[in-house]
């Protein structure tokens, strides 16, 4: 899952709000929100996005926090390190190789380096209260 449909799903489960519902609302198949949510399809379209926004009603700065995170969640990334120097290219290529053998708190422990100022709230899943997890 995208660090974007964390937050919708959040958003959605905070309100009670099926996928199916949802989906039907914003006048898509609940088959291609499902494929976007487990980032089976690429990011979202920046007027996907607004239409989130506005299903929610979120003010400006949720919906500009919902925005930065439809930039970064795209599902298959591909990094150019063509111009900078050795140490950007081995950890491109180290992320490439060992992403999948960490854990979420070391995932975590990364993104906090890399961007400190983004680390506290990520994917905003704290802000919303949640169920237990479960697709729907």
Same mark, same amino acid.
């Given at each position: 899952m995208t660090p974007f449909w964390v937050r919708v799903r959040a958003l959605r489960r905070a309100r009670g709000i099926p996928l199916t519902r949802m989906a039907g609302d914003l006048g898509v198949s609940a088959a291609y929100l499902s494929a976007l949510e487990h980032g089976r399809r690429g990011r979202p379209t920046a007027g996907l996005v607004m239409q989130v926004c506005g299903y929610f009603d979120l #003010?400006? &700065? &949720? +919906? /500009? +926090? =919902?925005?930065? =995170?439809?930039? $970064?969640?795209? @599902?298959? !990334? !591909? #990094? &150019?390190t063509s111009n900078l120097g @050795? /140490? +950007?290219? /081995? $950890?491109a290529n180290l992320l490439r190789d060992r992403i999948g053998q960490r854990d979420p708190a070391t995932l975590s422990r990364a993104l906090a380096l890399i961007d400190p100022e983004a680390s506290g709230g990520r994917s905003g899943e704290s802000e919303a209260p949640t169920a237990p997890a479960a697709t729907g």
């Open positions: #003010i400006w &700065d &949720d +919906a /500009e +926090a =919902l925005k930065r =995170l439809a930039r $970064l969640s795209h @599902p298959r !990334v !591909v #990094i &150019d @050795p /140490e +950007a290219t /081995e $950890l």
